[in-house]
């Protein structure tokens, strides 16, 4: 069974950076493509990153050039670096994993399991 947790999330100033984390209890962890998506109460989850199984990085247009999704096979970790944060990126931010190597890397079809999701708070 597949499990991803989230952390790093917390409450910033606009303006910060924070490092989120997806740690996934996996076998073939370097296989799967992960993927970063956020949600706020009463809205649809969006796309926000993702790292297929070689390292190729995907990023939606609100985040290109803050963002940054790495993967680290050896530790089993996802991460997304964000910086320069702003109040409408509050959100809970969500890890999701898939292992089909096709598909729309943005959509949540892709990814079969989530974490319970990390929430990031930025203030003004």
């Known amino acids: 069974q597949v499990q991803l947790v989230e952390s790093g999330g917390g409450l910033v100033q606009a303006g910060d950076s924070l490092r989120l984390s997806c740690a996934a209890s996996?076998?073939?962890?370097?296989?799967?493509?992960f993927a970063w998506f956020r949600q706020a109460p009463g809205k649809e989850r969006e796309w926000v990153a993702a790292?297929?199984?070689?390292?190729?990085?995907y990023y939606s247009d609100s985040v290109m050039g803050r963002f940054t999704i790495s993967r680290d096979n050896a530790k089993n970790t996802v991460y997304l670096h964000t910086n320069s944060l702003n109040p409408e990126e509050t959100d809970g931010y969500y890890c999701?994993?898939?292992?089909?190597?096709?598909?729309?890397?943005?959509?949540?079809?892709?990814?079969?399991?989530w974490g319970q999701g990390t929430q990031v708070t930025v203030s003004s």
């Open positions: 999701g994993a898939g292992a089909d190597r096709n598909g729309d890397y943005s959509s949540q079809e892709k990814y079969d399991y």
């Open positions: 996996v076998r073939a962890f370097s296989n799967y493509f």
């Open positions: 790292i297929s199984w070689n390292g190729t990085t």
